[in-house]
């Protein structure tokens, strides 16, 4: 029986209308004759923050009343997107905006365009922050997200002759209406400088830090409005400024641009994101981005504790529990220890007690690429106290590691925070299983290879620390805002309370199987391949006909996620066409969507190949329409929300082992589409929620992969063994698809070749090909294909982020909802 649980509005359409007004004069100073979409969308949004700050204002006032223990989601990234739909669902106020805006004589989805991405993230990760502070909120929890306001987020991608170019991202150049500036919070954060070794009484060692130079951190808040809009939580960005505004004596000396040098250096820490996706990024600046967000934030969380509590640290752990999201802000752990030890004059055992109460951290990925070092050299110069803070805990552990392998010094070296060598490295991922009290994965195989193969002894010092939570989405994103055909559908099949409960989508099982729900079903999924195509046709001036599958590959560009997998499969479909003109294939059109690190030159050839290969094949008649490719330019959440809805097929194809969760494949999947993919990260939950029948797994398992290696792999016997394959690569390093330009595609040739094929692409290729093509066979069984879209999205409530939370709430935050009352 169909449930009712829609978010009641809290103002009606004639309200609505009328604050929309109100802000377009006395906020914009402009009126309905001469507003354009910018301003109606900038209207709307400042009418709806008015809900959304109240609802902010009830809930800071009751958890402060309520002396609420709250989690502190550390993050270098938070990717956003857009806020405006979001807000508005979550108030139940879509509809009411929708009808206001429309009598108003304008079209919601127009202005709905107009908001830019909040991009201050590169993929998964950050992604993955955005969902859990939407939990967070949905789920009444005390909790504040931490991190950068960087002026320009991920950079904007075009595609200029088939390669991509990176342009600035100005997501804020207009002024956005969500954040709030607290100039009243600002914190200071010193960098550089010296350490100076003091004799306080009793001989105590007294060390004090005398900063090299000092900058301020001014806070941005943006409001976090949960389901139903009870609870507003808050994500606060710092912001870099000088400390010292302006240096007037050296400017009235005539020195106009020396004396901006101090603002312009503080405020270069928050001015970019570093684009860097799964590498890791070794620059001076990073690590202060990470210090800085870092202080600011432990500082603010100490302000409001002392507000409370006063001097007395011995609640501390039981208020406060802070999330590391990855390493990136490891380096919180010693500025805690140095804020207790030098600062609140706490005995090192006391601190060490407090900081390992607190922190707990997340690992994201086992690529030894991505996990971080950063020369000793360079913190000592940066935050030399922190440096002998990290000495110490070090010198600490070791003795606990002598303790339990006595005198096991390969044990020593292997587990320490510092890596001895040429350049003496410290280790943040050690430095964070040390300094917290539960560290997890982010997917069940993750997790596993986590205990086994990254951190196996720290396993056996810390029994129990290690753990899993497998990743989620949030399902008001991800399917309510973003398929409004399939979210109605839902709605009428079982009702409207599964936003916040996915687990009633089971309930749409039943119906997988009836031939009229299915018709439903695929209707709406036709719907959205139409809403994609018109995309595909004003950004790339491409036809695609929508009864083709929609074949969707959609994650940052890395080489082990394979999109040269795809590509090579393509090719031989081509070639198959080519020599066979009657080669049996349901027409397709394969969709990317992927940004590569400006610096990662192969991820930028493997872009420019996509698009070389895709100019011919659209363009040659000879393939009548069965295939075409559509790269669509800067992939980012808001193309994301278009492209999910449409897709009929996922891919997922990883080297198995190297993918540690994904989050796209959750989305995919949970709006119909069928993954073909590997048995790696979450794919192999999905697998497991699914059931055979409705997924295609193909390819090498991580076992099979790890013998592959040991046994030694040579991707030439897959090269000579197989023509197809051969005949594919060589294509590559031929002018047929960069006319004028042979070799133009070859790096991609070399790097499977004489590059040793890291990421095994042709051990897999032949069961990719075969799995595609039972893919191919399983569509043309309307019905079957409709069956098993509709198992996907009823048998994805595992991957709700609302599930992820509450397993960390259960497994390492223990926190408790707040209500909010009114
Ligand atoms: O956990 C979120 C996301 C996973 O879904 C991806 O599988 C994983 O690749 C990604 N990891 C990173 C690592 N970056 N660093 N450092 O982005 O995390």
């Given at each position: ?71 502190h989601?550390f993050?270098a ?69 931490y991190?950068i ?37 600002t914190q200071e954060v010193s960098l550089y400088g010296y350490v100076e070794t003091k004799y306080g009484e009793n001989g105590r060692v007294l060390k004090e830090w005398h900063p090299g130079s000092i900058v301020k951190g ?20 710092w912001?870099s400024?000088a400390s010292g ?17 101090e603002?312009?250096q503080a405020?270069t820490i928050s ?11 070794g620059k001076e600046l990073r690590l202060i981005q990470q210090y800085f967000f870092c202080s600011c934030s432990l500082k603010d969380i100490i302000r409001?504790y002392k507000?409370?509590?006063?001097d007395?640290w011995?609640?501390f752990a039981?208020?406060v529990?802070i999330?590391l999201?990855?390493t990136h802000p490891a380096i919180s752990v010693p500025e805690l220890m140095r804020i207790l030890v030098d600062r609140a004059e706490l005995g090192w055992d006391e601190a060490w007690g407090i900081c390992t109460k607190v922190f707990?951290y ?10 971080e070092k950063w020369p000793a050299r360079m913190i000592e110069k940066i935050l030399p106290r922190h440096l002998e803070i990290i000495y110490e805990i070090n010198h600490r552990f070791m003795a ?16 320490s925070i510092i890596e001895e060598?040429?350049e003496k490295m410290v280790r943040m991922g050690h430095l964070s299983v040390i300094g917290s ?386």
């Amino acid at each position: 029986k169909a449930t009712k649980t829609q978010p009641s509005p809290v103002i009606d359409k004639a309200a609505f209308k009328s604050a929309v007004i109100k802000h377009l004069h006395c906020t914009l100073g402009t009126d309905e004759n001469k507003a354009n979409n910018h301003a109606w969308w900038k209207a709307t949004c400042a009418a709806i923050q008015e809900q959304v700050l109240e609802g902010l204002r009830k809930t800071q006032k009751t958890h402060y009343l309520n002396d609420t223990r709250a989690v502190h989601y550390f993050s270098a990234e938070f990717l956003m997107g857009r806020l405006l739909s979001n807000n508005l669902q979550n108030f139940g106020l879509f509809d009411v905006a929708s009808g206001a805006l429309k009598e108003l004589g304008v079209e919601i989805s127009d202005i709905l365009e107009e908001e830019p991405d909040m991009a201050l993230g590169n993929g998964g990760l950050g992604r993955l922050a955005a969902c859990f502070i939407d939990s967070l909120a949905t789920m009444e929890l005390p909790a504040i997200g931490y991190g950068i306001h960087y002026e320009h987020g991920l950079f904007r991608q075009e595609i200029k002759s088939g390669a991509q170019i990176e342009r600035p991202d100005s997501w804020r150049d207009y002024g956005n209406p969500w954040e709030i500036c607290r100039p009243e919070s600002t914190q200071e954060v010193s960098l550089y400088g010296y350490v100076e070794t003091k004799y306080g009484e009793n001989g105590r060692v007294l060390k004090e830090w005398h900063p090299g130079s000092i900058v301020k951190g001014v806070p941005w808040d943006i409001p976090v409005v949960g389901y139903e809009g009870k609870t507003v939580n808050v994500l606060r960005l710092w912001q870099s400024e000088a400390s010292g505004y302006f240096n007037w004596d050296v400017f009235n000396a005539g020195g106009y641009v020396d004396a901006q040098r101090e603002n312009v250096q503080a405020e270069t820490i928050s001015k970019v994101l570093y684009p860097n996706d799964e590498t890791e990024a070794g620059k001076e600046l990073r690590l202060i981005q990470q210090y800085f967000f870092c202080s600011c934030s432990l500082k603010d969380i100490i302000r409001r504790y002392k507000r409370a509590h006063g001097d007395d640290w011995s609640r501390f752990a039981d208020q406060v529990v802070i999330q590391l999201n990855d390493t990136h802000p490891a380096i919180s752990v010693p500025e805690l220890m140095r804020i207790l030890v030098d600062r609140a004059e706490l005995g090192w055992d006391e601190a060490w007690g407090i900081c390992t109460k607190v922190f707990a951290y997340t690992n994201h990925t086992l690529l030894p690429e991505a996990l971080e070092k950063w020369p000793a050299r360079m913190i000592e110069k940066i935050l030399p106290r922190h440096l002998e803070i990290i000495y110490e805990i070090n010198h600490r552990f070791m003795a606990e590691v002598d303790k339990k392998w006595p005198g096991d010094n390969a044990m020593k070296e292997k587990l320490s925070i510092i890596e001895e060598g040429n350049e003496k490295m410290v280790r943040m991922g050690h430095l964070s299983v040390i300094g917290s009290f539960a560290v997890n994965g982010v997917a069940e195989m993750h997790s596993r290879l986590v205990k086994s193969s990254l951190f196996p002894e720290f396993d056996e010092l810390y029994p129990g620390k290690l753990t899993n939570v497998t990743n989620g989405i949030t399902p008001r994103r991800w399917l309510k805002a973003c398929n409004p055909g399939l979210s109605k559908l839902i709605d009428k099949k079982i009702g409207d309370d599964w936003p916040r409960d996915l687990d009633k989508l089971q309930g749409l099982a039943k119906f997988a199987s009836n031939k009229t729900f299915q018709k439903q079903f695929m209707k709406v999924k036709l719907e959205n391949k139409e809403l994609l195509a018109d995309e595909i046709r004003k950004s790339l001036d491409l036809e695609v006909d929508v009864n083709a599958i929609f074949d969707v590959q959609i994650k940052r560009l890395h080489e082990y996620k394979r999109q040269h997998l795809a590509l090579l499969h393509i090719m031989a479909l081509y070639r198959r066409i080519l020599e066979n003109p009657d080669y049996d294939m349901h027409p397709r059109v394969f969709v990317f969507g992927a940004k590569a690190a400006p610096g990662y030159k192969l991820a930028k050839d493997i872009i420019y190949a996509i698009n070389k290969v895709a100019d011919k094949i659209n363009n040659d008649p000879r393939v009548n329409n069965k295939i075409k490719i559509a790269f669509l330019p800067n992939y980012r959440v808001s193309l994301a929300e278009k492209m999910i809805p449409a897709a009929d097929v996922s891919e997922q194809i990883s080297t198995a082992g190297k993918e540690a969760s994904g989050t796209g494949n959750m989305k995919l999947a949970l709006n119909g589409a069928v993954t073909i993919g590997t048995l790696d990260g979450a794919n192999v939950e999905i697998a497991e929620e699914v059931g055979d029948d409705n997924i295609f797994i193909f390819g090498l398992t991580v076992e099979e992969v790890n013998e592959l290696k040991a046994k030694g792999y040579n991707p030439y016997d897959y090269y000579y063994k197989d023509p197809e394959i051969k005949a594919v690569l060589d294509w590559l390093e031929t002018d047929y698809f960069t006319p004028g330009k042979p070799g133009a595609l070859v790096s991609i040739k070399q790097s499977l070749l004489d590059n040793g094929d890291p990421y095994m692409v042709l051990a897999d290729f032949r069961a990719y090909s075969d799995a595609q093509i039972a893919v191919d066979a399983a569509y043309r069984d309307k019905e079957r294909w409709a069956e098993m879209a509709i198992i996907n999205t009823a048998k994805m409530g595992k991957f709700t982020s609302d599930r992820s939370i509450r397993d960390y709430v259960e497994r390492v935050w223990k926190l408790s909802p707040c209500k909010i009352e009114g």
